[in-house]
């Protein structure tokens, strides 16, 4: 069974830092690159960032860059992504997602939320 479960979300207070973790099983195991997306409260889901487990390279979306932190253990097929200076408007339900290569994203995880309060 393929699965996607994200955890580390929760409240938080403007300022301070988290970390989200995302493990995959089953089919998703096999993919060749994980990332991250976020989804806040009226708004379309958008892309955070992104690594390959073939040689570790991350990408991330241009308004993401500075704050948020993306890495991996590619043996346990385990995405992190740091998130610090936290600001009321990153919150969102981050989502994690896994592609076998496909040219999409073909899993995704049920997400986590992440609340900061001001």
């Known amino acids: 069974q393929a699965q996607l479960v994200e955890s580390g979300g929760g409240l938080v207070q403007a300022g301070d830092s988290l970390r989200l973790s995302c493990a995959a099983s089953g089919r998703t195991f096999s993919s060749v690159v994980m990332g991250w997306f976020r989804q806040a409260p009226g708004k379309e889901r958008e892309f955070v960032a992104n690594?390959?487990?073939?040689?570790?390279?991350?990408y991330y979306a241009r308004s993401m860059k500075g704050r948020f932190t993306i890495s991996g253990d590619t043996a346990k097929r385990t995405v992190f992504l740091q998130v610090n200076s936290l600001k009321p408007e990153d919150t969102a339900v981050y989502y994690c997602a896994a592609t076998l290569g496909t040219g999409k994203w073909d899993y995704w995880g049920q997400g986590t939320q992440v609340t900061v309060s001001s």
């Open positions: 690594i390959s487990w073939k040689d570790g390279s991350t």
